[in-house]
């Protein structure tokens, strides 16, 4: 393992399970939110006092923190009809260029989000019932974003990978 | 015009550069509302939609019903469905291929993605139909093209994004799909039909089964039919949103996961993080969509388009006619999300200009798509079905699934000429 390894390995250990277990816990916790909202209201007329703002929140908080790990995978939605045909070494110049694209567009949006949260701190805002701090929000939907630049980066110097063969299987199989 | 057939042009370049559909979207949007308004402009638009998008209430729909879907997928409820249509049909001329198709509608469902069906079916029912003898074009044909049907039967995936994209109802669209859903079914079942007719020797038929077994096989398929309605009905009536039914309908596969024993700690994290990351990427597609959306917007396209186009406002049957036609030939070279993405902020005023209902343009979208789904030579589903039946060849299967793509061009027209059977069911909805 050379010097450059670390930090990615890093990422595979301790990143991607971390990130994983983030997004499952709020995955399950937006499903049961929701059913007890619903059956609360109907049976014991008591529906969960701010439930729409936390199904906002734990929804912001799914998405941002998958990026990396569709990204790591790369499982994003690519053009690759003309993979069977591409020579290697277009191949791996097309994956650096594309990674580097997207490194810059991600770390950029990482950007904007961060000044968004500034922003939204100076304002004090806040969501209508439960008054959560919306800045702290922006604050992850930014650093989240910022690891998804990286986990491109990270892929840049990973093998390019042809059209993955689509076998339905868990990663592929539950798209639309 | 001009800026935005370049904005295409760019796209297409970075989208062959495998540039991932998000970025390449995302980019040409905010570079060209740069280029219409300014740098500023399109940085805080971009970070606007960004957010917005991250924070929608009414796209939590999303990871709700992929979540009931992957449940049911590896609750193993495929098998039951099957096997309930085997006995009702089986013993028909090609009833193999029938049942495959009836049950990937049963399957559509409860779950909302054309290519999960397609992928479990083709493990489900090929084996028995090749137990059977079918030939491998019908087998095959029937079941790429019966999954298409998951996407049309509520919940689906591609409604909620159309709804999103057009600000239409989506809990409206999800109703519009059931009556052309089962057309669909109908019109696949013919084209097996027409298949055994051409070729008796292709579907032979199974042993009947004793009515009493028939009934005994609905027995397992009830509590997937109490949750569909559940949660279908609840949206129909009202009782509540989109969000909430698919709250209420993942929480439901779950407790059916969970007696089914088909869940271990290991499997529930697993379906958990797997629907996470469908969502995070639909979501990132989304984004890219939306600025692109944006840009679109922006420019002289949608009045040139609108301009041209009340040229045949007496004759707007033409115009949908020739947007349909436009859809299939795309569809059949295109990733079909990606069509839908980036067509429908141009079709969408062209049509509801016209006078036609939003919801009635989603479901012939979806249908477009399911088209899309089907067409050789880069139909998705053809794929997913070759690479689970290894031994059958690519050939085979774009031979067998043409029929089934003629039905579903004929389902498309059916709806297109005749609207209600989209529009009637959602028009009792508040």
Redesign the interface.
């Known amino acids: 393992m050379g010097f450059g390894d670390k930090p990615f390995a890093l990422f595979d250990r301790a990143v991607e399970p971390a990130l ?1 277990a983030v ?2 816990v ?3 916790g ?6 007890t ?2 059956i609360g209201r ?1 049976f014991f007329n008591q529906p969960i006092y701010g439930a ?1 703002e936390i ?6 908080l ?6 990396p ?2 990204t790591l ?1 790369n ?8 993979d069977p045909v591409t020579p290697g070494w277009l191949l791996r110049l ?2 650096a ?2 990674c580097a ?2 490194f810059v ?1 991600t770390g950029y ?1 990482a950007w ?2 961060w ?2 949260a500034d922003t939204l701190l100076g304002a004090g805002e806040t969501t209508a019932q439960l008054k959560f701090k919306l800045a702290w ?2 604050y992850a ?1 930014s650093l989240l ?1 910022a690891l998804t630049a990286i986990a491109f980066l990270i892929l840049a110097f990973r093998p390019a990978q042809r059209a993955a ?12 | 015009m001009i800026e935005t057939l370049a904005g295409f042009a760019i796209f297409l370049a ?10 390449a979207m ?2 040409v949007g905010f570079g060209g509302v740069a280029y219409m308004l300014s740098f500023n402009a399109a ?2 638009m ?2 606007q939609i ?2 917005e998008t ?4 009414t ?2 729909v999303i ?2 019903f ?2 009931m ?2 449940f049911v ?1 590896r609750a193993r409820l495929s098998d039951e469905i099957y096997h309930a249509a085997y006995c009702f049909l089986g013993h028909r001329r090609g009833g193999l291929a029938m049942s495959t198709i009836v049950a990937s509608a049963g399957f559509g469902a409860i779950c ?5 069906t ?3 079916f ?1 493990k489900v029912s090929y084996p028995s139909m090749r137990r059977y003898g079918y030939a491998d074009a019908l087998a095959a044909g029937s079941i790429a093209a019966g999954g298409t049907l998951g ?1 049309l039967i509520p919940p689906s ?2 409604m909620v ?1 159309y709804g999103i994209l057009t600000e239409t109802s989506v809990g409206k669209l999800f109703i519009a799909g059931i009556l052309p859903g089962i057309a669909g079914t109908v019109l696949l079942c013919l084209a097996v039909r027409w298949m055994v007719w051409r070729d008796p020797a292709a579907g032979p038929p199974a042993e009947p089964h004793p009515w009493a077994e028939r009934w005994a096989s609905l027995r397992h398929v009830w509590p997937m039919i109490g949750l569909f309605v559940l949660v279908i009905g609840g949206i129909y009536v009202g ?2 949103t989109a ?2 039914g ?3 309908g ?2 439901g596969a ?1 407790l059916f996961a969970l007696w089914r024993r088909a869940l271990t700690w290991r499997v529930l ?2 379906i ?14 989304l984004i890219g969509a939306l600025m692109f959306a944006s840009f679109i917007n922006y420019t002289t396209m949608p009045a040139d388009l609108k301009d041209f186009v009340t040229l045949f406002k007496d004759m707007p049957f033409l115009v949908v006619v020739a947007i349909c036609v436009i859809y299939v030939v795309l569809g059949s070279a295109m ?4 069509m839908i993405l980036l067509t429908v902020p141009l079709f969408f005023p062209v049509v509801t200009g016209l006078g036609y209902d939003p919801v009635w343009f989603g479901v012939v979208i979806v249908i477009v798509v399911q088209i899309g789904l089907v067409s050789p030579p ?1 139909g ?1 589903n053809i ?2 079905v070759k ?2 039946l290894r031994n059958v060849d690519i050939v085979t299967v774009f031979r067998g699934v043409t029929p089934f793509m003629v039905a579903l061009i004929a389902l498309m027209a059916l709806v297109v000429a005749f609207p209600p059977i989209a529009t009637w069911l959602p028009g009792f909805m508040k």
């Not at chain 1, 499982?75 to 003309?82: K, N, S």
């Not at chain 2, 991250?54 to 209430?57: A, E, L, P, R």
């Not at chain 2, 990733?335 to 990606?338: N, P």
């Open positions: 994983g997004s499952a709020v995955l399950f937006m499903m049961a939110l929701t059913c909202d619903v109907y729409f199904t906002e929140m734990l929804l912001a799914l998405i941002f923190a998958g990026l790990l569709v995978r499982d994003h939605v690519t053009v690759d009809v003309l097309q994956h260029a594309a694209v997207a567009s949006l904007r989000l000044l968004r929000l922006t939907m974003m063969q689509s076998d339905g299987s868990a990663s592929q199989g539950l798209g639309p | 970075l989208a062959l550069i495998r540039v991932p559909m998000a970025f995302g980019i940085s805080s971009i970070g960004t957010y991250g924070m929608s209430y796209l939590s990871p709700l992929i979540l879907g992957n997928v909302g993605s054309s290519i999960a397609a992928a479990t083709s996407i995936v591609i994004i009782a509540f969000t909430e698919a709250g209420i993942a929480g779950f994290f697993e958990l993080v797997e629907s996470a990351r469908t969502t995070s990427m639909l979501f990132m597609i990733e079909e999300l990606s880069v998705m794929f997913v690479n689970l």
